[in-house]
């Protein structure tokens, strides 16, 4: 018999459980508690109890060649970084493209997700649901996949406030705002330099940014306007494992100091910076620093305690007749239709292998998908994940011993999840990890692209279970997609003839301004076995120039 999966959730990691489990020859019924797909993404002017909301000027902060799904690229014409409209758009073209829509029940909640009397024998679970008219049901299923997300739940730590409670003014999490027309020349105080409290930030105006400890500020575009998120690669990402954590830092810090001092601009933080080491998300936000040249922005520190109309901050300064306070002070997750012994949470992180399974739960029937809080985009990680786990259900993969397991998790809590090798790590046990050496011998285009080109998702459909044919064209013109929505004028400058030829080494090298750097990208390089010299690299561009463009 077919074996039957619970989906919880039909946002962007639900949609790509449903298609796994399709891949894999399971069953997959889906439980969506709203009237639509998009989770997070779809966005509504009253925020639901229990579901994630964003306010309307959403954009994502990751490039769409690096948050598509594997076998699915977005449009061509679609801008690099989306609106949440164009992203609902993109999800509603996989879901009508695979058919997933079918499988998804909505209005519907669920109440209980519970381990039957002979799991270990069966692995199935009974899983009780309630429709929009309160009508219960109950169902067996041999596994489930949880994909409910972490922004459904508002921290709103007002115990850490003094005098809040004497407050004349308004005041509400980051959640509830919309949009920013009723709070025009209101004088706003947002609590928080995350995302969104940045975001709303430059929305507004006579506003007051509280931050406790300052942050390190990334721009989307990065060198040669080339989205930021694209120039990281393989090579970099080889270097940035073996090079010392001071050296990263100084790199990293020396060139976002270029675009603006965050000192100057009373952003530094007292941590140091590392993309791939640090243990705090940087913030995405490319008009900040604009906000506060021009004044509309000014950032305070930490918030000492209220006033019936005014805020006081830990230097000692007051902002009187403040109308509006913005709790951007993040989310709290939970899985309150599950036992609490099956999937712990402390400090708002989950005790689970690889951030997916239960490491203590034997058959590993049960999945947490999309939990994880990347440096990079959730989508693609979802649905490594979701094949990963397909396959577990299937007996296709066997998980390690519980120590090994608890050993993985304890290691993992302490550092950020990578993309590039967290998707390395999940992909290689799956069977799909790109094989580099390789295709530099087979098929040295497509080789030298995956090598210096961005680690784009269509790397993990090249072989292995769920191999892609068009995963290769994919690749080789991930590029173009790139360039396409940003043509909509003839420029009348002649077009130089290899103007992207450089562009998959550059990408690897562009910040490598020093002669240890490059001696240490020479010596990594030969080490992994590769000997290109520049003659040889541009031979090879050479070839692939005109597909290039």
Same mark, same amino acid.
């Given at each position: ?160 406030? %003094? ?321 396409? %929505? ?64």
């Amino acid at each position: 018999m077919t074996r039957r999966v619970a989906v919880i959730g039909g946002g962007s990691s639900g949609l790509a459980c449903i298609k796994c489990c399709l891949d894999e020859g399971l069953e997959p019924v889906c439980f969506e508690s709203s009237d639509d797909i998009g989770g997070l993404w779809r966005f509504k002017e009253n925020p639901e109890p229990d579901r994630a909301s964003i306010y309307h000027s959403v954009i994502i902060n990751t490039s769409k060649e690096m948050m598509c799904f594997s076998d699915f690229p977005i449009p061509a014409h679609f801008p690099n970084y989306m609106h949440n409209t164009l992203i609902m758009d993109y999800f509603r073209m996989y879901a009508d493209h695979f058919q997933l829509t079918k499988y998804i029940r909505f209005h519907t909640k669920v109440l209980q997700v519970k381990q039957r009397s002979d799991i270990s024998r069966s692995g199935q679970w009974n899983v009780e649901t309630e429709n929009k008219d309160g009508k219960k049901e109950k169902h067996i299923f041999d596994a489930v996949m949880i994909c409910i997300g972490h922004h459904c739940q508002p921290n709103l730590p007002l115990h850490d406030f %003094p005098g809040i409670e004497t407050f004349k003014g308004k005041y509400h999490h980051s959640r509830d705002y919309k949009t920013p027309e009723e709070w025009r020349d209101k004088k706003v105080v947002v609590i928080g330099i995350g995302n969104s409290g940045g975001d709303i930030a430059v929305e507004l105006s006579r506003l007051y940014l509280s931050t406790r400890r300052g942050a390190w500020i990334l721009n989307r575009v990065g060198n040669n306007g080339i989205p930021l998120d694209m120039t990281f690669n393989r090579v970099l990402n080889t270097l940035k494992n073996i090079l010392p954590f001071s050296v990263l830092c100084k790199m990293t810090e020396n060139q976002l100091n270029q675009r603006f001092n965050h000192s100057l601009y009373n952003l530094k933080p007292k941590h140091r910076y590392c993309l791939w080491r640090n243990l705090q998300h940087p913030t995405v936000n490319d008009d900040l620093p604009n906000r506060i040249l021009s004044g509309t922005v000014q950032v305070k520190p930490n918030i000492c305690r209220f006033q019936e109309t005014s805020v006081v901050f830990e230097d000692g300064s007051t902002v009187e007749d403040v109308d509006l306070v913005v709790f951007a002070t993040g989310y709290k997750f939970s899985f309150p239709f599950l036992d609490s012994l099956l999937v712990s949470v402390s400090d708002n992180k989950a005790s689970l292998y690889k951030y997916v399974f239960p490491p203590e739960l034997d058959p590993p029937t049960l999945a947490v998908i999309g939990l994880v809080q990347p440096l990079g985009a959730i989508m693609p990680i979802s649905e490594m994940q979701a094949r990963w786990a397909t396959r577990v259900f299937k007996g296709c993969i066997k998980l390690p011993t519980v120590t090994a397991m608890l050993e993985d998790i304890k290691c993992k809590q302490e550092s950020m999840v990578d993309y590039v090798n967290y998707m390395d790590e999940i992909a290689q046990l799956v069977g799909v990890q790109p094989n580099v050496s390789r295709l530099l011998l087979t098929d040295p285009k497509l080789g030298l692209n995956v090598l210096f080109g961005p680690c784009t998702s269509y790397q993990y459909r090249l072989r292995g279970p769920g191999k892609w044919a068009g995963a290769r064209e994919a690749i080789l013109t991930q590029w173009q997609r790139m360039a396409q %929505p940003m043509q909509t004028r003839s420029c009348d400058e002649p077009k130089h003839k290899r103007s992207l030829k450089w562009f998959l080494i550059l990408s690897a090298v562009h910040n490598l301004h020093e002669t240890p750097c490059r001696f240490v990208l020479y010596v990594q390089l030969h080490h992994i076995g590769i000997l290109l010299s520049s003659s040889a690299i541009y031979l090879c561009l050479e070839k692939s120039d005109s597909h290039l463009r």
